[in-house]
């Protein structure tokens, strides 16, 4: 039997190993395992059981000596020693002998120039059904000739640790060693886990290569190849702008922006299905078909009909499909220097402009604040809009320190002279706790497409004096009052009084995250008054 030399991890005896099978072949290994079941569109439907989502507080990264000053170490990016994550994967590997193996060799990163190998290793032929599909997937040549790996990730969603005895916090540990280049994941069956490794280990290793990672959704003109990236925590507007039907989607996730330009981590999307709707997102409600995974809707037994409005299970339901199965995608998902960076923001407060423009300064600021708001209602004891700071808009996933992605951005902002906006697709004329309404899509659609196509390059703009920012006066498609943050509230000193507030929420929010951060960038920031 063919091992593909799984030995060396430890695993020995398997029962069975496969690499690489086609996406029908995987569909199938799950079925006569009992992983899942087909919906109704042939889309392979499983549940995760506990994790149903990503599990922050199991997430380490090994401690040693190669890379320590370099991780910025902390409740995000947590240590573990060297011995105990070498004794968690003999574990893992002791559990995996006997057993049938599903093997991806795949790649991250569409350009060549930067391309790294990443072999997956999985338990569940379901799993390593969503790694195929949201890889950058070999060709039969490529496969032939792929050599070692650069990085190795083993899961087992089936092995569950003992906290007490391998030092942990819970069943599950998510643990990355980049020195060794190997990835651990036990005791969580959430495949957005082997995603986001992947990812956080090209977070630290791209920076090396005078490449910019980003956690933002991209795309281009199909004609001209002008680039846009956009960035956005959950909520914002991310995936919903970045896909125009007019303009070719490069990738609505993971990014890198390398001399040569913007080019996609991976091959696939994981979209998420909660109230998903034909009408509204028709690529997603598309791409659940034969060949993608769905994790954690609801399906009628009968019928095999999805509810994508049961959240019973989680409200992060999910489906992983390959890039492809969208209509307008670029493949490979390469594009050119990005020509605008947009920062997309969902004010709850309603006072941050509509649109701004930043100084290369305000956007190296923005960029490490990461600001977004939770809804008074989301969560118990929130009775008021809360701000939501998450470093680089993604900070989960970002090793290191914020100062040094903040740099590389402003660097390339000055060689390329790419322009930055913030776009607020939050609320207007009031805050969302006033019940104030959000700004319409249709107008936040005008105002990024005249940041594209340049149509503020000769436009008047007005200084904020709270925000620091300047905010063009006119925007084809859009009435010129609904550029105006403040002008759209009746109530001028509640406006006021709510910016002021705003603002002091960013300098505290600042001032504790970032006080080694250089002073220009640091008044580039809101100013309350």
């Known amino acids: 039997m063919e091992t593909y030399g799984i030995e060396k991890y430890g695993i020995i005896g398997p029962k069975a190993v496969y690499r690489n099978l086609t996406p029908a072949a995987l569909t199938e290994a799950a079925l006569r395992r009992g992983e899942g079941s087909l919906s109704k569109t042939g889309a392979l439907v499983v549940t995760t059981g506990k994790y149903t989502g990503r599990s922050p507080n199991d997430k380490f990264i090994v401690d040693t000596e190669g890379v320590h000053n370099e991780i910025a170490w902390g409740k995000v990016n947590k240590p573990i020693s060297r011995e105990k994550f070498d004794a968690i994967k003999g574990k893992v590997a002791a559990y995996l002998q006997g057993r049938e193996i599903f093997i991806f060799d795949g790649y991250a990163g569409a350009d060549p120039k930067y391309t790294k190998k990443f072999r997956i290793v999985n338990e569940l032929a379901s799993q390593n059904l969503f790694i195929h599909q949201l890889l950058i997937r070999p060709t039969a040549e490529q496969l032939e000739t792929y050599g070692e790996p650069d990085y190795t990730m083993l899961v087992a969603p089936g092995f569950k640790c003992d906290p007490e005895v391998d030092g942990v916090n819970s069943e599950a540990a998510i643990m990355i060693d980049y020195e060794a280049h190997m990835i651990v994941i036990a005791g969580s069956q959430y495949s957005g886990e082997i995603k986001k490794s992947v990812f956080s280990t090209m977070n630290y290793v791209m920076t090396k290569e005078n490449v910019l990672p980003m956690h933002c959704s991209a795309n281009m003109d199909p004609e001209t190849h002008e680039t846009a990236v956009f960035f956005g925590l959950s909520g914002t507007g991310k995936t919903t702008l970045s896909a125009d039907p007019g303009r070719k989607l490069i990738g609505d996730d993971e990014h890198g922006w390398s001399p040569d330009g913007i080019f996609n981590f991976e091959g696939g999307c994981y979209a998420k299905c909660i109230n998903l709707k034909e009408e509204n997102e028709p690529d997603i409600f598309r791409a659940i078909k034969f060949g993608s995974l769905v994790e954690n809707v609801v399906m009628d037994p009968a019928t095999r009909e999805l509810d994508f409005d049961d959240d019973s299970l989680t409200e992060n339901t999910r489906v992983g499909y390959p890039v492809d199965y969208i209509s307008n995608a670029q493949i490979p998902g390469e594009g050119g220097i990005p020509k605008v960076v947009i920062f997309l923001t969902a004010d709850a407060f309603g006072v941050l402009p509509p649109i701004s423009r930043l100084s290369k300064e305000a956007a190296m600021y923005h960029f490490v604040t990461g600001f977004t708001s939770k809804l008074a209602g989301t969560e118990r004891g929130i009775t008021e809009p809360q701000p939501t700071f998450s470093t680089l808009f ?72 709270v925000f620091n920012v300047d905010y063009p006066t006119s925007c084809p498609g859009v009435p010129a009052e609904m550029l105006d943050a403040r002008g759209m509230w009746e109530d001028k000193a509640a406006y006021d009084e709510q910016a002021n507030k705003l603002a002091n929420m960013f300098a505290e929010n600042f001032a504790k995250k970032y006080p080694h951060m250089a002073p220009e960038i640091a008044n580039a920031g809101p100013r309350a008054k």
């Open 394 to 465: 993604g900070e989960p996933f970002m090793p290191m320190d914020p100062q040094v992605y903040a740099k590389m951005l402003g660097d390339k902002l000055d060689q390329y002279g790419t322009k930055v906006y913030l776009v607020n697709t939050g609320w207007a004329g009031g805050s969302a706790a006033a019940g104030a309404k959000r700004m319409k899509l249709s107008y936040t659609r005008a105002m990024v497409t005249a940041a594209l196509n340049g149509s503020f390059d000769n436009v008047e703009f007005k200084h904020h004096d």
